[in-house]
């Protein structure tokens, strides 16, 4: 563990003050129809990015009949200005162990596993520790807390540097032994997953509210955010503004409200979701951060008003093409496509023809790309030629 | 690669099969640990792993070339990840990058004669908020400046080859 990851800045998490283990307990009390009811009620979506319902996900795996199941815990945090399961991992690594393990009897799993990006390497050894004290503690192992049969341990698995791997069939893949490219979907892995057993996968910051959910209470948990995006989010917040840091704050908080949080007033626009979000315009700076108007996964990066937004989208389309796992044709050669235009652009060079094609090509990758890399990687040009049209276009022809 | 050499390689490559394990979710575990140990994955190492996992060499080939962390090229001791995102280019990752190329007399993706040194870009490394960010080897350091860079690279350069 560096000194570097626990530096990070922000405001207060409501993590720090939950009770250690109360959520497990409280789980390991009740019978597993009443955890998928618990989290159901709580209205909890995943946390990477999709949004899809928790209670939803793990129902569908329980319901599967399998000599064994597994939990994976998508610790592959990849998607630019993404930084808060590193944080969550350094700082409160036991609510995610508590929410895997959680996760694990719900769904009739005796397995976890973490799955941690090659970059983060260096947090491994602090994992590795606190799922030995945590055998040692009784909390994982045979019969955890003391209930007859809830058997659950947890390893950790290390990524080899690939962003795709942050799909959830890609990492289930990379697991295997295979190169990390996505699988069709049917099947999902909560029917046929790791070594075709039914498998939850879940991000880092998922499983840590789990655990918060059961300590608390659903009640309690719906008691922040909104009607459809309840419980508060992690945002990981960088780029041009006074304290970058990770930031909890209610779903429902609008663009403007979070700049000021953070010091960011004054910028032109401001990029969520990372590489495969959406740049938003400061006129539209009232939108809100929450599953019904901007989702997102939480990765927040503010752009000054002394950027060229080319240059963002030029940064953004140069991971995709180096990131592209290549398997499908619209993704693999569309982000080479899209970086070339952007080139064009930056040199005054782009005929309004070809931009429209370009933009047609845009539309074509999200509705022909297989898997959710290629389906978002042209999402952050196309708001930038929505918004920006008199910043990018008719530049002055230069070599 | 001598004979005596071919041999230690692959006694340490059936050891590693035996700590991890022989089935085929241990290849990214096993060409992991080649990768580190002798900062290559060369042909003669993939036949090895192919023979004892029971698959094709092309299957590891295929797998070694996919992972910007195990993919085959020789490295140095010393791999230098400079994270090329957004938030870190703002912090000023262009003026790290140009005192890297002076310091070490290489481009990204190449290596230095000497075998010390690898310098590569990386794709978001996760250290957004405290960029200009890197990775040397497993270290991840932050806030870095070029002066900071000069300075990493002569400590580096005079621990040498033991690292």
């Known amino acids: 563990m560096t000194t570097a990851s626990i530096e990070s800045q922000g405001n207060a998490l409501t993590y720090a003050t939950i009770e250690a283990d109360a959520g497990l307990r409280a789980a390991a009390a009740v019978s597993r129809p009443d ?128 962003y795709v791997c942050g799909e959830e069939t890609a990492l289930i893949e990379s697991l295997e032994g295979f190169r990390g490219e996505p699988r069709n979907r049917p099947p999902f892995p909560v029917v046929a997953g790791l070594l075709n057993n039914p498998t939850v996968v879940n991000n880092v910051e998922t499983l840590a509210a789990v655990a918060c959910i059961f300590a608390k209470g659903a009640e309690w948990f719906r008691g922040f955010g909104t009607d459809k995006s309840t419980g508060y989010k992690l945002f990981s917040v960088s ?53 019904e108007d901007i989702p997102t996964g939480g990765s927040v990066m503010v752009i000054g008003p002394q950027r060229d937004i080319l240059d963002v989208a030029e940064n953004f389309l140069e991971f995709f093409v180096e990131e592209s796992c290549g398997q499908c044709t619209p993704c693999r050669l569309g982000n080479a496509k899209m970086l070339e235009c952007v080139q064009l652009l930056k040199k005054g060079a782009c005929a309004p023809e070809y931009l429209a094609d370009i933009k047609a090509l845009g539309d074509t990758m999200q509705v022909a790309s297989k898997c959710g890399l290629g389906q978002t990687s042209s999402s952050a040009l196309l708001s930038i030629l929505e918004h920006f049209g008199d910043e990018i276009t008719g530049r002055a022809p230069s070599a | 690669m001598t004979a005596s050499q071919q041999e230690q390689l692959r006694a340490e490559i059936v050891g590693l099969v035996d700590k991890i394990g022989p089935g085929r979710s241990s290849l990214i575990p096993i060409l992991e640990d080649i990768k580190r140990r002798y900062r290559a994955v060369d042909d003669e190492a993939m036949q090895v792993v192919a023979d004892m996992l029971d698959i094709h060499p092309v299957e590891v080939y295929s797998v070694a070339s996919f992972y910007a962390f195990l993919h085959g090229a020789p490295q140095g001791v010393n791999v230098i990840r400079l994270c090329r995102t957004l938030s870190c280019d703002f912090a000023g990752k262009e003026a790290v990058a140009d005192a890297l190329r002076d310091e070490l007399g290489i481009d990204f993706g190449e290596s230095t004669d000497d075998g010390l040194f690898t310098l590569e870009w990386a794709s978001c490394i996760g250290m957004c908020d405290q960029g200009p960010a890197l990775l040397l080897n497993d270290e991840v350091h932050t806030r870095v400046s070029p002066d900071d860079v000069r300075a990493l690279v002569a400590t580096r350069r005079s621990a040498g080859k033991e690292g």
């Open chain 1, 35 to 162: 955890i998928i009811d618990t989290v159901s009620a709580s209205g909890l979506k995943g946390r990477g990015g999709a949004g899809f319902p928790t209670g939803m996900k793990w129902n569908f795996c329980a319901a599967e009949k399998a000599e064994q199941k597994y939990i994976i815990c998508n610790a592959d945090e990849g998607e630019p200005g993404t930084f808060k399961d590193r944080v969550i991992l350094t700082r409160f690594a036991d609510l995610v162990l508590e929410g895997m393990t959680i996760g694990g009897r719900a769904i009739g799993a005796t397995l976890g596993i973490v799955y941690l990006r090659a970059e983060y390497r260096y947090l491994r050894p602090h994992l590795v520790e606190v799922i030995k004290r945590r055998r040692e503690q009784g909390l994982l192992g045979r019969n955890v807390m003391g209930v007859e049969g809830f058997d659950f341990d947890v390893i950790t698995a290390l990524g080899a540097g690939a």
């Open chain 1, 239 to 291: 780029g041009d503004c006074e304290r970058p840091g990770v930031y909890e704050f209610p779903w429902g908080i609008s663009v403007a409200d979070l700049l000021e949080e953070v010091g960011g007033q004054g910028a032109k626009a401001v990029q969520i979701g990372g590489a495969s979000g959406i740049c938003v315009p400061a006129k539209d700076f009232a939108r809100r951060l929450a599953f």
